[in-house]
């Protein structure tokens, strides 16, 4: 064999050997060095370090402070949360309180187990979590407050005056959701069911065209109407979090029965009657012909069609309701109760006060006719 070619199968020898020193270093931990790896190649960790002007490899097979606060870095672009972990007792403590018992400080076993979790948790992502028996369980609290939340929304804005067939009419109806319940819960939609109630202001017939002077008026205190809707939800990962995404797929209202509003009177009568079949309010009349009171024809009039879909998505978050990824896991591992989700959720929707807004107090000598005055600063 020739120089060269002896040189060739020395540098192949040479390389083969640092490479089974790194695979398996004498009493070295091999997991440490997995970790190292891994978070070399993702970009958290640099390969090489310099201290005192010396070179050092930081794949080492030794996890100390350096790694962990490289793994701090990956905890905070992956799950979004800033713990500020510097340090390897840092990490652990954050470990321990997302539910791993990480033992005595030091990297080991324990604490191999819990990074290595962590980075199957978030490489796996939604497909694995989405089917986590705690999902179903977390998905239809989230849902239970989310549908609660709707109560007090407003859900029928009428206020009109309409040309009918017989007579004009005028109806006035505000109302709000006053309760809710959970009817439905498939992977993908959920339904509800409840109550609006609201004061109802019905006006039949103007006296010879004087205009708000109407023969029948029906005034009714706290009109009660069925409330029923459907809504689809999916999930998502947004900025650290883990989100409940909902959109309104129906929604109506409906009253049990048509309520009675008065008659008028004459050779042939006129009976009113207030309808509202989904969403459509109606004004329905029966006419009994004289002389034979018995034949009725009956006829109806829409006075106004309302947008319940539209008002419904006024009172629902499309950026979603987000629980924090630590806490996702904290909930998974059972270092948090699933009951306290309602603590955790975060509505995307909802302002947050502008910190660098502070009330002082006026500078100004008070007035005695005026209260004290408080500015805004920012």
């Known amino acids: 064999m020739g120089r060269i070619g002896k040189q060739k199968r020395l540098l192949i020898e040479e390389a083969n050997k640092r490479l089974l020193n790194e695979q398996d270093p004498v009493g070295d931990d091999p997991n440490a060095g997995e970790i190292q790896k891994y978070l070399v190649d993702k970009g958290y960790l640099p390969r090489y370090r310099t201290e005192n002007g010396v070179k050092k490899d930081n794949i080492d097979w030794g996890f100390g402070d350096i790694s962990a606060k490289a793994f701090g870095d990956f905890i905070k672009d992956k799950l979004g949360v800033d713990v ?142 069925d409330f029923e809707a459907e809504f689809k939800y999916h999930f998502a990962f947004k900025d650290g979090s883990f989100c409940f995404l909902v959109d309104v797929v129906d929604a109506s209202v409906n009253t049990p029965s048509k309520r009675y509003l008065g008659k008028l009177p004459g050779i042939n009568e006129i009976y009113f009657y207030l309808s509202i079949f989904m969403n459509n309010v109606e004004i329905k009349h029966y006419i009994t012909y004289f002389p034979s009171k018995n034949k009725k024809y009956k006829g109806g009039d829409t006075i106004h069609n309302i947008d319940t879909v539209e008002e419904i998505k006024k009172s629902i978050c499309n950026k979603g309701y987000c629980i924090e990824m630590d806490d996702i896991i904290k909930i998974v591992k059972g270092s948090e109760n699933v009951s306290n989700i309602e603590n955790l959720i975060m509505n995307k929707c909802k302002k947050v006060p502008n910190p660098d807004y502070k009330i002082i107090d006026s500078p100004l000598p008070p007035d005695p006719n005026k209260p004290p005055q408080r500015h805004f600063m920012g």
């Open 84 to 225: 500020g972990i510097q340090s390897l007792q840092d990490l652990q403590d954050y470990l321990d309180l997302l539910g791993f018992d990480t033992g005595s400080l030091g990297f080991g076993e324990k604490v191999y187990n819990a990074i290595k979790w962590v980075i199957d948790f978030t490489e796996k992502g939604m497909s694995d979590l989405i089917n986590n028996p705690k999902i179903n369980e977390i998905s239809k609290i989230v849902i239970n407050i989310i549908s609660k939340n709707l109560i007090g929304m407003q859900v029928t804005k009428v206020d009109k005056d309409t040309e009918g067939d017989y007579c004009d009419s005028h109806v006035n109806y505000f109302s709000k959701l006053t309760d809710v319940e959970l009817t439905e819960i498939t992977d993908k939609t959920f339904k509800i069911k409840g109550n609006v109630n609201g004061d109802l202001k019905v006006g039949v017939c103007e006296w010879f065209n004087q205009k708000n002077n109407h023969q029948i008026n029906k005034n009714i205190k706290g009109f009660v109407v």
